[in-house]
């Protein structure tokens, strides 16, 4: 079975000061990561992935996220907030050996003050 | 390039009616999915299909049948509504190659109400 932990509900940070949105994972086998964002009355857009190589992937609109084997943790970041980045972000997993659906997590509600 | 299309956009049902969700992408992937979006509980899967024939049950299929008509289209029927299937409905696609390989793409959604 494979299951995404995003323990919290929302973050909430100053325009221009760095972000974090947490992510942990469990998978059988190696696994593909992936960052999703969803605006409102929106479908959701993809944003980064980690499938193999490098442990910073970096990703759209400045944002990137650091694979934690040891920690199974896959935290989205971005340096510098902007307004605009206020939604609402899904982290998923999938295994590398496993079937092709993806497993969602419950979402952080992200929003950025001016 | 529409990308992944949704039809409806919104609608209403009273416990007991049916309805079809349709989806349909011109992106040429092997894969499609449905999911349901209920708050707090991130996206689960109801079903996918891999490629065209064939189709799988996901998290929660309860409720739910689906047809993969061709490539492009995949549809989603309730066939009695009940209050418990009041949802934001998303249907996505996968290729199963190239640099996209793995990223889904979504819908804009369907927001359904049962009464």
């Known amino acids: 079975a494979q299951s995404v932990a995003q323990p919290e509900d929302q973050v909430n940070v100053a325009e221009g000061n760095p972000l974090t949105v947490k992510c942990t994972y469990s998978?059988?086998?190696?696994?593909?990561l992936f960052w999703y964002v969803q605006y409102p009355n929106r479908g959701l857009q993809f944003l980064l992935k980690?499938?193999?190589?490098?442990?910073l992937v970096k990703g759209s609109y400045g944002f990137e996220a650091e694979f934690n084997k040891s920690q199974t943790s896959f935290h989205l970041k971005k340096p510098s907030a902007l307004v605009s980045d206020s939604a609402l972000y899904f982290c998923?997993?999938?295994?590398?050996?496993?079937?092709?659906?993806?497993?969602f997590g419950s979402g952080t509600r992200l929003q950025v003050q001016p | 390039n529409a990308g992944v299309t949704q039809t409806p956009k919104f609608q209403v049902l009273k416990t007991g009616q049916s309805m079809t969700l349709q989806c349909a992408q011109d992106?040429?992937?092997?894969?499609m999915y449905w999911y349901r979006q209920d708050p707090g509980m991130g996206l689960r899967l109801i079903y996918y299909?891999?490629?065209?024939?064939?189709?799988d049950k996901g998290e929660v299929p309860n409720g739910y049948n689906v047809s993969r008509l061709n490539k492009r289209e995949f549809s989603l029927r309730l066939e009695s509504a009940a209050p418990s299937q009041t949802s934001v409905y998303f249907c996505?696609?996968?290729?199963?190659?190239?640099?996209?390989?793995?990223?889904?793409?979504f819908g804009p959604g369907t927001r359904l109400t049962v009464l």
């Open positions: 996505a696609s996968s290729p199963t190659g190239g640099s996209s390989y793995n990223e889904q793409f």
């Open positions: 998978v059988s086998g190696n696994p593909y």
């Open positions: 980690y499938i193999t190589g490098d442990n």
């Open positions: 998923a997993v999938k295994s590398s050996t496993g079937r092709r659906a993806l497993t």
């Open positions: 992106m040429n992937h092997n894969s």
């Open positions: 299909s891999a490629s065209e024939g064939t189709t």
